[in-house]
């Protein structure tokens, strides 16, 4: 049986907590955004803290995926792994859809509007990092021969100007347009090689070692970073579906998520995790796929039985409720996704196989 790296069973458990946490805070700012600035800045901070989940996750899949090697031929490689993904993100996606006419008698059901829908990233708002990530499948083999053909400062030096024609110049211009103010549009790169470099990031820091001296330095960014979300946001922010500085995109998520990457890599076992709990979070990562997809049913549910009878006032039963829907969240996304996650199995094994 192959050996599990810790570290990144524990950080793709850490991400999805993180992930989770990000659609909890939104109904919670939204209630303080033109209210009470204070408040508001008090929970983006918090919500600041959360924004390394989705690089991570993408980092995870470049330290592994780039690392392998074409084993199988390109047709092979998309039935194994791409269909393992599409497959169930299909399903999924029209039982969201299924769910909406049933909750809103006004959407009548219509496969048609399924399908404009489903290929415009219409169904739920979480799944954009489905068709990110499908779309970056299809070309995995041949990433994996591009970077792993490169030196280590070949590959430093492109992740280095992704960030600053992508993440920096990007985050530059969007601050300035809200000055109506228009810079370096020229020059910036799309958002899917942005998302692309966190893969590069991932390999790069899972295949070289990081002196202790320039790990200080990642950490004490990280922290600026994470400190400087909140003004950037208070900056740019007109409602909070559109928190772009706090994103996996803009700048100021990338050194955090470096720190994030190699804290757990340096110092997880460290922290000398028994031997049930490690094998919990190993058992759990094949789960935490089903995980992301569910909880945005499970988090819309909650908020409505909540919501229907009780909604916080008190900035500290704000912080009290956030915990208490984030934790019900989790437990009832972990048992739904064991679920999904045998039901798809059992299926692949008995159809797709044969």
């Not at 690392?67 to 039982?95: G, H």
């Not at 041949?142 to 993440?167: H, P, T, W």
Request: glycine share 2%; aromatic share 22%; with cysteine.
């Amino acid at each position: 049986m192959k050996s599990r790296v810790k570290y990144c069973d524990a950080l793709r458990m850490f991400a999805i907590l993180c992930i989770v946490l990000i659609h909890v805070f939104p109904s919670f700012r939204e209630q303080y955004l033109n209210v009470n600035h204070k408040y508001y800045f008090i929970l983006t901070f918090l919500d600041s803290l959360t924004r390394t989940g989705v690089p991570i996750f993408f980092m995870i899949t470049g330290a592994f995926m780039l690392s392998k090697k074409n084993k199988y031929s390109y047709k092979n490689f998309l039935s194994k792994r791409l269909l393992k993904l599409f497959i169930p993100f299909l399903i999924l996606s029209l039982f969201y859809y299924l769910y909406d006419c049933f909750i809103n008698k006004s959407i009548k059901f219509s496969l048609i509007l399924f399908i404009k829908l489903f290929t415009t990233n219409g169904i739920r708002y979480h799944f954009w990092f489905m068709y990110v990530i499908l779309l970056i499948y299809l070309f995995i083999p041949y990433l994996r021969i591009f970077v792993q053909n490169l030196k280590r400062e070949n590959l430093k030096n492109i992740i280095i100007l992704i960030f600053i024609f992508g993440n920096v110049l990007g985050t530059i211009n969007l601050l300035c347009s809200k000055y109506d103010f228009s810079i370096f549009s020229s020059f910036i790169l799309p958002d899917i090689l942005r998302y692309l470099n966190y893969l590069f990031l991932g390999y790069y820091l899972y295949n070289y070692e990081v002196k202790v001296n320039k790990r200080k330095i990642i950490y004490a960014l990280g922290i600026i970073s994470i400190c400087l979300m909140p003004f950037a946001d208070s900056i740019f922010i007109d409602n909070v579906k559109n928190d772009i500085m706090l994103e996996a995109q803009s700048m100021f998520a990338f050194a955090p998520s470096i720190a994030i990457f190699i804290l757990f890599k340096y110092n997880y076992y460290k922290l000398k995790i028994s031997n049930k709990v490690n094998k919990f979070i190993s058992d759990s990562v094949p789960l935490i796929f089903y995980i992301y997809m569910i909880h945005i049913f499970v988090l819309e549910c909650i908020e409505n039985i909540i919501f229907k009878y009780y909604y916080p006032n008190r900035f500290i039963m704000v912080i009290v409720m956030i915990c208490i829907i984030f934790l019900f969240t989790i437990i009832i996304s972990y048992i739904l996704a064991y679920v999904l996650y045998k039901l798809f199995n059992f299926v692949y094994s008995k159809v797709i196989k044969n």
